[in-house]
RNA sequence: GGUCCCUUCGUCUAGCGGUCUAGGACGUCGCCCUUUCACGGCGAAAACACGGGUUCGAUUCCCGUAGGGAUCACCA
């Protein structure tokens, strides 16, 4: 690979990437990260890149890299130019370090892994900083021992100090006395992260970095190892981390989940969760639902806060149920169906395809994710006799005598099987009867839904056909009538 | 512990010296709509961490304190 540049970006244009580790799923943290990448990139008509940092290969896997590509697809983050594969790049990062030992920038160490641990033990004791001591910084060539392994540090400066104006944390400055000298390429050849980043992210022609602020730290670094390269110095972002609803980190370990879980688990739409992340740090005003071009247009680096904010479960189903309301039909009917065949234990045929989709504009007002939506719309499609929760058995066992056979026999009789000629035989009942008409509808919703709370009753019926609905409301009767005389 | 960052309702946020008796959203609680549940509408409770400055005037600027976070590897 050597020195080749996968793209040559121009002077001016803006370039930003995404670097996950594929170490496991693209987490939710990270999936904001990408997207406020992507934001930028396309708010500047820039490019958005990514690069997967798979150097650590014992914890990289090839299935995590799957998992991160198929969270970008699926969250719609399009990222341009080919993926960038940071291992494949090692013989160039360390031509890099190499080239430092020739400019005088670098150095090579010698210190073994027991003697840097001793080291840092005493200053622990001395209740000091732990910190490379340089002890090989300045040790002519022929102080080193033959045939051992060494690895090459950065020769940084060790007076004054640096600030960084990040673009959302403002200007930091560090001490140049706070660092220390890194290792840039290991023993074995290998290059560390450190090295690797700076080298990659020059050159895809990165100009703006961002990425957690749990990096801010590590610009400092990296930027005394660009200014020994003498290389351009991209512009920082560090967004802060995302925290669980108890306020701690939301890491790996600590109750982040992969964006595979927020769509097939919690069944949420991707346009909800890139609206929610949008929100969770950065405003615009008062304005809640933001579209993705309207977030182009509005996303600015400076309008990001600093301080770590919580990730709320209830809000995120909030903006999911809102996503999924203004969601198209055939859509959702196409999202629901594996959840509803796995219910049904049985294929989802083109009739229930059929009864969804009328049925859906109502169906969706009553949910926020797609597991409740699909649970709910199961009614409709089960055998005869349609099991009975509690609420309905109660709501039959209630009724007012004889109103459920009054009522099979009124309908039995309707010509037009339409909401509004069901509702108003049903209305006609009720008031012949002296019965409020949630007093006939309540029990025939319990026959025909098999539940005490649905979408519009003369709705249901009408979907679900004249056949299927005196079908179900003769399954109530018979069950009615053997309890009585049993 | 050193260094760096942060601090407005329970949560996400608006606010960028006077318009703040601090606005919106989620959640919570009422009411309305109504054949149930939702949706929708209306309304309520709910916050400037604390202490000093600066200023005619601080939520807004500065400094402390407290609290929270990040980071200190031949991991990324």
Not at 46 to 69: K, M, N, Y
Not at 389 to 411: E, N, Q, S, W, Y
Request: include cysteine; aromatic fraction near 6%; hydrophobic fraction near 45%.
């Amino acid at each position: 690979m050597g020195a080749s540049r996968p793209t040559e970006a121009s002077d001016t244009e803006v370039v930003t990437r995404f670097a996950p580790s594929p170490t496991g799923f693209l987490h939710i943290g990270g999936a904001r990260t990408a997207l406020f990448n992507y934001l930028f990139a396309r708010a500047n008509g820039g490019q958005f890149r990514l690069r997967i940092e798979d150097t650590d290969r014992a914890r990289s896997t090839e299935p995590a890299v799957a998992a991160i590509i198929d969270g970008m697809s699926w969250l719609d983050f399009e990222w341009d130019s080919e993926i960038v594969y940071q291992f494949a790049r090692s013989a160039r990062h360390a031509e890099v370090a190499n080239s430092l030992l020739e400019n005088g920038h670098g150095y090579r160490c010698y210190a073994t892994a027991e003697e840097l641990e001793t080291m840092r033990a005493e200053q622990r004791a001395a209740k000091l900083p732990m910190r490379y001591d340089g002890r090989w910084r300045d040790r002519p060539a022929s102080d080193a021992p033959e045939e051992a392994p060494f690895v090459i540090r950065l020769k940084a400066p060790r007076e004054g100090s640096v600030t960084i104006a990040d673009l959302v944390q403002g200007p930091v400055t560090v001490a140049n006395a706070e660092l220390d000298d890194m290792v840039l390429l290991r023993s074995d050849g290998t290059p560390t992260y450190m090295l690797a980043v700076v080298v990659d992210d020059h050159d895809m022609g990165v100009t703006h970095v961002i990425r957690g602020d749990d990096h801010l730290n590590n610009a400092f670094r990296q930027l005394a190892l660009i200014r020994a390269l003498g290389w351009p110095e991209p512009a920082y972002a560090h967004i802060p981390l995302i925290h669980g609803a108890d306020g701690a980190k939301l890491s790996k370990r600590h109750g982040a989940l992969g964006v595979d879980a927020y769509r097939d688990e919690m069944g949420l739409l991707p346009e909800a969760v890139e609206n929610y992340l949008l929100r969770l740090g950065w405003g615009h005003g008062d304005d809640e639902i933001i579209s993705r071009p309207q977030a182009i247009e509005w996303f600015d680096l400076a309008a990001v806060n600093r301080g770590p904010s919580r990730f709320d479960m209830k809000k995120l189903e909030s903006v999911n149920g809102h996503y999924l309301r203004a969601a198209d039909d055939a859509r959702l009917v196409v999202l629901i169906s594996p959840r509803i065949a796995a219910e049904l234990d049985r294929p989802v045929t083109d009739g229930d395809r059929d009864i969804l989709q009328r049925s859906m504009a109502e169906l969706k007002k009553r949910a926020s994710n797609l597991n409740d939506l699909a649970m709910a719309s199961l009614f409709y499609l089960r055998s005869r006799p349609i099991p009975m929760d509690d609420g309905a058995a109660k709501l039959l066992a209630m009724a007012a005598p004889g109103v459920l056979a009054r009522a099979r026999a009124l309908f039995g009789s309707v010509n037009d099987w339409s909401a509004a000629a069901l509702e108003e035989q049903a209305r006609a009942l009720a008031e012949a009867e002296g019965l409020k008409l949630g007093a006939v509808a309540q029990p025939l919703r319990a026959a025909v839904t098999g539940s005490a709370q649905s979408p519009g009753l003369f709705e249901v019926m009408a979907a679900l056909g004249r056949d299927e609905t005196l079908g179900r409301i003769d399954d109530a009767l018979a069950t009615d009538t053997e309890r009585a005389t049993a």
